[in-house]
């Protein structure tokens, strides 16, 4: 069984930086790309950055130049570091992966195709 594990979820105050890991197994290295999702609660699931096995990067408008995503392969891991962190930024954040090809930088549709999730890490930011 695929396993996703996120760490480095916390509580900061807005204008903080956090950075999220996500270990993944070999076999989801090639997959494609890999990519965040936040929930908050009573709201939608939404794509906040992704990366292809390329390197090629999408970031949800409201994050952009604040959030950057990276991945490692050496290190089976994929980043989030986030900079400037707002009171919207709070959520439960989810690392996904192995998307088919064509939704890749479709941060609004992909979370629909991922086969596989992590368990998620929550990041509060406060005023």
């Known amino acids: 069984q695929v396993q996703l594990v996120e760490s480095g979820g916390g509580s900061v105050q807005s204008g903080g930086s956090l950075r999220l890991s996500c270990v993944y197994p070999?076999?989801?290295?090639?997959?494609?790309?890999m990519a965040w999702f936040r929930q908050a609660p009573g709201k939608e699931r939404e794509g906040v950055a992704a990366?292809?096995?390329?390197?090629?990067?999408t970031y949800k408008r409201s994050v952009q130049g604040r959030f950057t995503i990276s991945q490692d392969n050496a290190k089976n891991t994929l980043y989030l570091q986030m900079d400037n962190l707002k009171p919207e930024d709070t959520s439960m954040y989810y690392c996904?992966?192995?998307?088919?090809?064509?939704?890749?930088?479709?941060?609004?549709?992909?979370?629909?195709?991922?086969?596989?999730w992590g368990q998620g890490t929550q990041v509060t930011v406060s005023s």
């Open positions: 070999e076999s989801v290295a090639s997959k494609n790309c």
């Open positions: 996904a992966a192995d998307f088919p090809r064509f939704l890749c930088v479709d941060l609004t549709n992909m979370g629909q195709a991922a086969h596989y």
């Open positions: 990366i292809t096995t390329e390197g090629i990067t």
